[in-house]
């Protein structure tokens, strides 16, 4: 009886936290990390979940598991722009490093677009591809939704015009936003309102909703983790639009 609870619990593990380590190629023939998080059927909508700056996929291990028990197919990602988090080291990042490759939040982009291609060439059965991401991915997947027709709906977590550093103009990702006609949802701490609303206004979607948490909340997509006091809140407003959505 005890080995058949174990096995059991192994199935349902496996279920709901399916992960799958593997590589594809950016652009630039740079080997991009992914993981796979898949239990659902292969038409269920895919979201491929990019994260903040200094980090890697290790963001999204708590987070695309709950994603799967909701019905969505995930895909976290690492970019060249990062390093490690929840003791998952950023393998994109450190490739990169390697190759002398730019490794600011600009030279991601190319990583990110091919995420996307990489999806729509291999899991073309998914009802709904959707990009999320994470400070400075952030507004990546802002500006990305705002330039493809191929995005179904974009979740940004603490987005705001990082780039000028890097030579872009002040207003780089409103200029895209401009042009967003899919649903949105923007999310962030509480005191980073000012950051993306300018942003904001400038989507025309009629679908477009954002989230203030009722204390100061969490920077990027950590805010969902369970060892902030607040996640249950980011939780109730994420899964909203996406029951909407889906």
């Not at 994109?92 to 190319?110: M, Q, S």
């Not at 904001?200 to 060892?227: C, D, M, N, V």
Request: with cysteine; glycine share 6%; net charge neutral.
């Amino acid at each position: 009886m005890k080995n058949l609870f174990l096995i059991l619990l192994i199935i349902v593990s496996f279920q709901f936290s399916a992960q799958e380590k593997f590589t594809f190629k950016s652009a630039d023939g740079l080997e991009i990390t992914a993981d796979k998080y898949f239990s659902n059927t292969e038409t269920a909508p895919l979201i491929i979940l990019f994260h903040q700056a200094g980090w890697s996929r290790g963001e999204y291990k708590e987070i695309a598991p709950k994603l799967n028990k909701m019905g969505f197919n995930c895909l976290a990602i690492d970019q060249r722009s990062g390093e490690a988090i929840n003791d998952v080291e950023n393998e994109t990042y450190k490739r990169a490093v390697e190759n002398k490759l730019g490794t600011t939040y600009v030279d991601a982009e190319i990583d990110m677009i091919a995420a996307i291609e990489f999806s729509k060439n291999n899991y073309e059965k998914a009802s709904q591809l959707i990009i999320w991401g994470s400070s400075y991915s952030a507004g990546l997947v802002l500006k990305i939704a705002g330039e493809r027709d191929d995005i179904d709906a974009v979740l940004a977590f603490s987005p705001a015009e990082y780039y000028k550093k890097m030579g872009k103009p002040a207003d780089w990702i409103e200029q895209s936003a401009k042009k967003i006609e899919i649903p949105v949802f923007i999310t962030s701490a509480k005191m980073e309102k000012k950051n993306w609303w300018k942003i904001s206004e400038a989507i025309p979607s009629e679908q477009k909703a954002y989230f203030l948490p009722t204390k100061l909340g969490k920077h990027g997509s950590r805010a969902l983790w369970e060892k902030f006091g607040d996640h249950k809140e980011y939780w109730k407003a994420v899964t909203g639009f996406l029951d909407v959505i889906k």
